[in-house]
């Protein structure tokens, strides 16, 4: 059994921040930490937090302390959440209640192939996305290189097969090629599916970095997956707008406050003035201009500039009103735009959408534009009964909706 470093409260403290620390060692004497146990150098838990579904966290320890840690909690990105110190506070106060653990290879070799299929339909099941793994071949270190010009070198034929068929140089040729272009095909596959998770980690730190309100990680997220080569809508649409609706979800079960969701509103905002000029660069033909406002009362605007983007992507010109516009001014922008779109986030303003229609309808105006509404609790009933033209649950379903009904 290999000796850990011995470690103390002061290690735990300058791991984590003092707020992560804190509530750390309330989980710690709640007792949170469920199944602690040890894998060699690697500390293993679960860790009660706020979803049904404990979160899984470990830490490596080094020489020096604590080398590595990883939490399933929406902050644990390098482990240094409140359920890692609670961890490492049960480690250090009481590693009496920590199992030994056999380290993977060993527990793997001592299962039975029926146990193995078990076990890897069980981790298919919960992770489907490991089923590409399946259908690459298990490399080693030698297969790893190219083959080698002759066919007994790459396998094809052994050398006692070799003394009753010698191949001719055709045959040679051909099945050389298909040897080589099969070990071609693997490669890609297999460099895919290194690109497809490095690119779901950069999500997940871009994830994080919305969650935790972190501006500068995710400018710097947001700028690091752009170098990579990632379609701007998918950093969009896998890394940004999930990591807000999880702040939507913390706020909701009482996680979170208002300046943890401001913080990570501005933390958006950030990856998205990265995304902008990308994003609206995909189309440049200009199609028309569409005034876009959220309306009074209400200050959420991420949503409304989102659909400003992806219209600006669509060749539209956006006149953009701002938020807690009142209906006056989008009186005023109906002469000069083919399209007007409301945005609403909150239930208690939704009626002043109505107020708007009305306001168009009064002016005499009503029929010279159109009007589109969004927002997450706007519906296509409601829209319908407020008497807009349409209605988008999200800015690409947007683009679609405001083209369609300018003919474009
Ligand atoms: C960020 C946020 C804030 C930020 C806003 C910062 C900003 N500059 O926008 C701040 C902290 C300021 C804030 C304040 C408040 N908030 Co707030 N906020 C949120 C949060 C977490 C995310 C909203 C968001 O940006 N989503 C991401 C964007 C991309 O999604 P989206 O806006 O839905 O937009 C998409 C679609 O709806 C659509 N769309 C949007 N607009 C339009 C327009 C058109 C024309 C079309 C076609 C489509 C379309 O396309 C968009 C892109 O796909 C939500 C929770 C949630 N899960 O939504 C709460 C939430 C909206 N807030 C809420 C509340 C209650 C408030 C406050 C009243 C809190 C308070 N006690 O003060 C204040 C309101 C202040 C005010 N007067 O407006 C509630 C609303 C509840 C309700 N049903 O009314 C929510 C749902 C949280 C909750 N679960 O309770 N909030």
Not at 103 to 130: F, Q, Y
Request: include cysteine; charge should be negative.
């Amino acid at each position: 059994m290999i000796d850990l470093p011995q470690l103390t409260e002061s290690h735990i403290r300058a791991w984590t921040d003092p707020g992560s620390f804190g509530r750390g060692q309330g989980y710690y004497r709640a007792g949170h930490t469920i199944t602690p146990r040890r894998q060699g150098s690697t500390l293993k838990a679960r860790c009660i937090g706020s979803r049904p579904e404990p979160y899984c966290v470990e830490i490596t320890l080094g020489p020096g302390g604590i080398a590595r840690g990883e939490c399933s909690c929406p902050v644990g990105a390098g482990g240094h959440c409140k359920h890692a110190v609670a961890l490492l506070l049960t480690w250090l106060q009481r590693p009496d209640t920590f199992t030994t653990v056999e380290d993977v290879e060993t527990a793997l070799e001592r299962r039975s192939k029926a146990e193995l299929v078990v076990i890897i339909r069980r981790m298919l099941e919960r992770h489907p996305g490991l089923e590409q793994v399946l259908e690459l071949p298990i490399f080693t270190a030698a297969e790893d290189a190219p083959p080698r010009s002759s066919l007994e070198a790459n396998g094809m034929v052994s050398a006692r097969q070799s003394q009753f068929h010698s191949p001719t140089p055709s045959e040679i040729e051909e099945t050389e090629f298909v040897r080589c272009r099969r070990w071609a095909e693997q490669r890609e596959r297999r460099s895919c599916v290194l690109e497809m998770e490095m690119r779901a980690m950069d999500y997940k730190a871009l994830q994080s970095a919305v969650i935790e309100g972190d501006v500068e990680g995710a400018t710097r997220e947001s700028q690091r997956a752009i170098a990579a080569d990632a379609d701007p809508k998918d950093i969009l649409n896998s890394g940004l707008i999930p990591g807000m609706e999880e702040v939507g979800r913390l706020y909701e079960e009482g996680s979170y406050f208002l300046p943890e969701m401001l913080a990570a509103a501005q933390a958006m905002k950030a990856g998205l003035t990265e995304l902008r000029p990308l994003l609206a660069e995909q189309d440049v033909e200009p199609v028309g201009r569409v005034a876009l406002g959220t309306v009074q009362g209400d200050i959420h605007d991420i949503g409304k500039n989102l659909v400003g983007i992806m219209l600006e992507g669509a060749g539209f010109e956006i006149v953009d009103l701002g938020a807690d516009v009142p209906p006056e001014a989008f009186l005023d922008a109906a002469s000069d735009v083919q399209a007007i779109g409301l945005s609403a986030l909150l239930t208690t303003t939704m009626p002043a959408m109505e107020q708007v229609i009305e306001m168009l309808e009064e002016a005499g105006v009503r029929d010279e534009v159109k009007v589109v509404v969004g927002g997450a609790p706007v519906t296509g009933a409601f829209a319908e009964k407020i008497g807009a033209d349409g209605y988008s649950p999200d800015a690409s379903s947007a683009v679609r909706k405001v083209k369609g009904l300018l003919g474009i």
